[in-house]
């Protein structure tokens, strides 16, 4: 439990007390605390995040941008989710395997993007009968 | 007798199921198991978010009318809610690792009450809609009553069924996204009966862990959706919004 504690930073001491409490063992996963890795704390901050980002996201939309609106909307978007996988769904202290698997969801999600809309941007490229 | 041998390592016998070695190859299999599921959600939601943009890509200046006609500030407020909804979730994974049986309940609680006032919220955006005439094939009505938009938008070369088409994709989207909300709502329910008797904080903590993922990906789906449906038009903070 010393060792834990002295490798979890700010949060060990609630850590450590309650893996005690009731006893979870975590094998090799000392380094990073397990699934109880993320303190309360660090959700408040992801949080405060996520509600910059909101207003952020409306402050843009304010100016007419033309097609740089849509653009930042999606960045300051990709920015929410990446912060809401990292921490509220623990990718963070999550294994490799998993990791990996969601990540393969949005794979598989731009080769949809990709191939279907180089398909409609490409129509009427070539001079042929038909089209 | 696999168990058997390592039961005393992870101190959970009788929590970790027969075909598992150990608690922690159990943990990551059900929440390798849950992404599987969620990679399949995210290719559903696909589907619509690519109808989305292939049609407003094609009917740009329609999409932005209909946009228009949304209420930016009831939109801004349920991000808020839903957000606050996944930080309470979080923080039902959090003491329900830790064993904290009163917080978990109360963590629960508070999350199906934020994600009921979405549903609510959601719900009398899509009463005035009725109200106004703006749902394709059960009440299109909006343009018969304001010909001075129709003409409006003639003048710039908007068609109407343009504008229809994005109402459209809003109620595809917005109605998958709330039935993903009301299919939550039951489980959190359930979960929060299930926790105030005492279940999860036995040291059998990860369904709370699973139902957060689902509950997580709900919110990511509506963080694109808002941006996407509700200020495409730009928002105009000193004038009112909606209807």
Known sequence: MAKRAATTGKAAPAVAASTHGHGHGHGNSEGHGGHHGISPATYWKVFAGLIALLILTLFVAMFDLGPLNVAVAMIVAVAKVGLILTFFMHLKISTKLVRFCSLAAFFWLAILFVLTLSDYASRGWLPQSGK | ?243
């Open chain 2, 1 to 243: 007798m696999v168990s058997e041998t390592h039961a005393p390592v992870d101190g959970h016998h009788g929590l970790v199921q027969h075909q598992f070695d150990d608690m922690e190859q159990q943990r990551e299999c059900f929440s390798l198991g849950m992404w599987l599921f969620l990679a399949t959600e995210v290719m559903m939601f696909g589907g619509l978010f690519f109808a989305y943009s292939l049609y407003r890509w094609q009917f740009e200046p329609a999409f932005q009318v209909g946009s228009s006609h949304l209420d930016w500030k009831l939109g801004t407020f349920n991000t808020f809610v839903l957000l606050f909804s996944s930080l309470t979730m979080a923080m039902a994974v959090h003491n329900a690792g830790i064993g904290n049986r009163q917080k978990l309940v109360n963590c629960l609680l508070l999350t199906w009450v934020l994600g009921a006032a979405f549903l609510g919220i959601k719900a009398m955006e899509w009463k005035a809609d009725f109200n106004v005439g703006l749902i394709p094939g059960v009440n299109w009505t909006y343009y018969d009553h304001h010909a001075e938009e129709l003409k409006a938008l003639a003048e710039k070369n908007i068609m109407p069924h343009h504008v229809m088409m994005y109402f459209v994709i809003y109620f595809c989207m917005t109605g998958l996204h709330a039935i993903h909300m009301i299919i939550g709502l039951g489980i959190v329910g359930y979960f929060t009966w299930l926790a105030y008797r005492g279940k999860f904080t036995d040291g059998n903590d990860q369904p709370v862990e699973i139902l957060g993922l689902y509950w997580h990906l709900v919110d990511i789906v509506w963080v694109f959706l808002f941006p996407l449906l509700y200020l495409i038009a730009g928002f105009h903070p000193f004038q009112s919004g909606g209807h």
